[in-house]
């Protein structure tokens, strides 16, 4: 999923978080602006840098809305993939915010999530797990461990850790993030345990992989079904997974199972896609085991 459908509004998810009215509107005292409906994207971008600018000529660069403004335009810098625009714009939205604000207005937390996001598209995972740090202390201080903003905090850092070479701190605390998940939606749960078998496995902890990797398949087929793409996508990484752990019998048995959900699923184009990526590791398996006929019977 790309950056700026990950940054959320603050009431939903789906576009770009925005710590304030999208289009802000201008006070009495700025110049009033166009809306900016129905234009492209870059028109768009336009019309929120001549919004801040506005903002910054009238109320100064430290004044909520103008601060609401820098952060619109960052994640419209997001959206179009003007990567390095978007962190500046962040980064100076997030200062702004801390002096003027506070480091736990609701506001600095949104530009703080932002920059963290952004940074995690630019492949800076040191600098977003620093973000993440921040942000799981003072959730945890001011909604609680179990709060859904906190377990993700925690979430995202367990992805920073994983990401800069931490593997055992990212363990940690995916498994604390699932254990203060209770009650929450299976995909949540079922995305924090593929994360924690991520992190097994750069800790060199195989068949715990897989044991996540199984629990994810089994409710994914009962939400789903098995033949739906989703699960398919989990069963052939379980596969894999079992190959990984040296465990080559159960890989092979996997990846036929996978094969032929994916064959009976055929009519989806995801899975057909899908389906061309299990036969080549099935046949690969079967090359591996020293069964070539049944490696060129696939072709």
């Known amino acids: 999923m790309s950056l700026w459908r990950s940054l959320r ?3 939903g998810v789906g ?3 925005t710590s304030g009215p999208h289009p802000p509107h201008p006070p009495a005292a700025a110049p009033a602006v166009d809306s ?14 001549r919004t801040l600018r506005e903002y910054v000529e009238t109320l100064g660069a430290d004044h909520p809305r103008s601060i609401a403004a820098r952060n619109n335009l960052a994640s419209k810098y997001a959206q179009i993939g003007r990567r390095e625009a978007a962190v500046e714009q962040f980064e100076r939205a997030l200062a702004d915010a801390v002096a003027a604000l506070g480091e736990e207005h609701s506001q600095t937390d949104v530009i703080r999530e932002n920059l963290a996001l952004c940074y995690e598209d630019a492949r800076r995972f040191d600098e977003a797990g620093a973000q993440w740090e921040v942000l799981l202390q003072q959730r945890q201080h001011r909604l609680g461990a179990t709060a859904a903003e906190t377990v993700t905090a925690r979430s995202r850092l367990a992805h920073a850790y994983r990401r ?30 593929i994360g924690l078998g991520r992190a097994y496995r750069s800790a060199g902890r195989l068949d ?41 019998a159960e890989g092979i048995e996997e990846l036929e199972a996978a094969y032929r959900h994916c064959l009976a699923a055929a009519g989806d184009p995801e899975v057909r896609m899908l389906a061309m990526r299990v036969r080549r590791d099935l046949a690969g398996a079967y090359r591996a085991a020293g069964r070539p ?3 060129a019977a696939l072709y």
Do not use: C, K
């Open 208 to 248: 715990d992989t897989v044991q996540q990797l199984r629990m994810v398949l089994a409710q994914r087929r009962r939400r789903l079904g098995a033949r739906h793409h989703d699960s398919l996508v989990v069963h052939h990484r379980l596969a894999r997974a079992y190959r990984e752990a040296g465990r080559f």
């Open 164 to 193: 800069t070479g931490r593997p055992d701190a990212a363990v940690a605390h995916y498994e604390r993030a699932i254990e203060d998940s209770t009650g929450a939606p299976a995909e949540e749960l079922e995305n924090l345990r």
């Open 36 to 49: 900016g409906a129905g234009e492209t994207p870059a028109q768009r971008a336009a019309w929120l840098e």
């Open 9 to 11: 509004r603050l009431g």
């Open 293 to 295: 006929r049944d490696a």
């Open 15 to 17: 576009g770009p978080r």
